[in-house]
């Protein structure tokens, strides 16, 4: 069977979601069928040139880095390579914006599988126009794909309903986690928090792409609002410097730090040191970033939109989204300790392993 992925910005350790859920389900799929022929299809700015990772060739594809058409055009030109020049059987489209071209990969003769990362069409920073053409994206996985895998069980509930005649291939497989929590004794984590002024313990963790629906204004607001000793800490950026990300940028000061994207070690380390990690997302798929957080035995505090909740987190870890004085109540707090979990529920409950599992049995379902 030859695999190709296709709506990622591309692997390994490139920023976001899809792109971690990608490379940790690949991976796992090659441990479990190391007979599998799978190839990524990446976009050139982000991922350099063609590369092999633990056994996933990593093929970049021309692109433009624009916020309005790189996705939909990377899309386009890439179902042709799969179908033209890889000889694809399979094909995964991931996201509704990718998915606009099932139906022309279903006419090419290939096998089509898509996996819904969340209801993209509420993302602030979309025009009507776009949002409209998400949810046509949405309407044509469902009624196209072979088969179609959605991150959030809420969501999966939500499109059963609104398509009862194709709800027998609309399934629930949620994002996993993976923990290494293990960082080697060469790594200087002392010197990664001494460069950036923060100390052990005394700080707040946000991870996430500096987008307008990931709440990161509300957060430097709320923070702002207390009189504490605990610093806060951004990490993430994004593919875009906009008048948003500007402004973020600006708010930085000797309490409020951006530390930009960072992965592997470093991101260890930043996970292990940190008092609480703060998720106030208006928009999720289901987040990896809360799960790793957990997974690193972190306190946290997330907004209340249904993929957090989904999670099935205790009360007092949720908060009213967009209710900054809710937030800043609970970063007042003066023991992050009530806001921890046990995460060998969630570890279990979002075993990466587990989870590669069953989407590979879909997919060789749809295959044979």
């Not at 194709?166 to 460069?195: C, H, M, W």
Request: glycine content about 6%; charged content about 20%; some cysteine.
């Amino acid at each position: 069977m030859k695999f190709v992925a296709i709506g990622l910005r591309g692997i390994p350790n490139v920023m976001g979601g899809i792109e971690t859920h990608c490379q940790e389900l690949y991976s796992h799929w090659l441990e479990e069928d190391s007979s599998l022929d799978i190839t990524v299809i990446g976009r050139s700015p982000y991922i350099g040139p063609e590369k092999t990772y633990k056994g996933i060739k990593v093929k970049p594809i021309w692109s433009l880095k624009s916020k309005l058409f790189e996705t939909i055009l990377h899309t386009f030109l890439s179902v042709f390579y799969a179908k033209f020049n890889l000889r694809a059987d399979v094909v995964h489209l991931h996201a509704i914006g990718p998915a606009l071209y099932t139906p022309l990969a279903r006419l090419l003769g290939m096998k089509v599988i898509v996996t819904h990362h969340g209801a993209d069409y509420n993302r602030q920073k979309w025009s009507p126009f776009a949002k409209w053409l998400l949810r046509l994206g949405e309407s044509f996985a469902v009624k196209w794909a072979h088969k179609v895998i959605v991150v959030g069980n809420s969501l999966t509930n939500e499109l059963k309903r609104k398509y009862p005649t194709q709800a027998s291939k609309i399934e629930y497989i949620p994002n996993g986690v993976s923990i290494s929590t293990e960082i080697p004794d060469e790594f200087d984590s002392e010197r990664l928090l001494a460069e950036l002024t923060i100390t052990s313990n005394k700080y707040i963790l946000f991870v996430g792409r500096l987008v307008p629906e990931k709440g990161v204004s509300d957060l430097i607001t709320a923070f702002n609002k207390l009189q504490i000793e605990h610093k806060l800490l951004i990490l993430g950026t994004t593919d875009h410097q906009d008048e948003y990300y500007n402004s973020l940028i600006n708010r930085e000061s000797s309490n409020v730090i951006f530390a930009g994207f960072r992965n592997g070690d470093a991101l260890k380390t930043l996970y292990k040191h940190a008092s609480l990690f703060v998720l106030p997302s208006y928009h999720e798929g289901l987040p990896i970033v809360l799960l790793e957080a957990i997974g690193h035995d972190l306190p946290v505090v997330v907004s209340d939109i249904t993929p957090n909740t989904d999670v099935g987190l205790p009360e007092q870890c949720y908060f009213m989204v967009g209710d900054i004085n809710s937030l800043s109540s609970k970063l007042n707090a003066s023991d992050f300790s009530n806001y921890k979990v046990d995460r060998e529920i969630y570890k279990t409950q979002f075993d990466w392993s587990n989870i590669a599992k069953k989407t590979l049995q879909e997919i060789k379902r749809v295959y044979s």
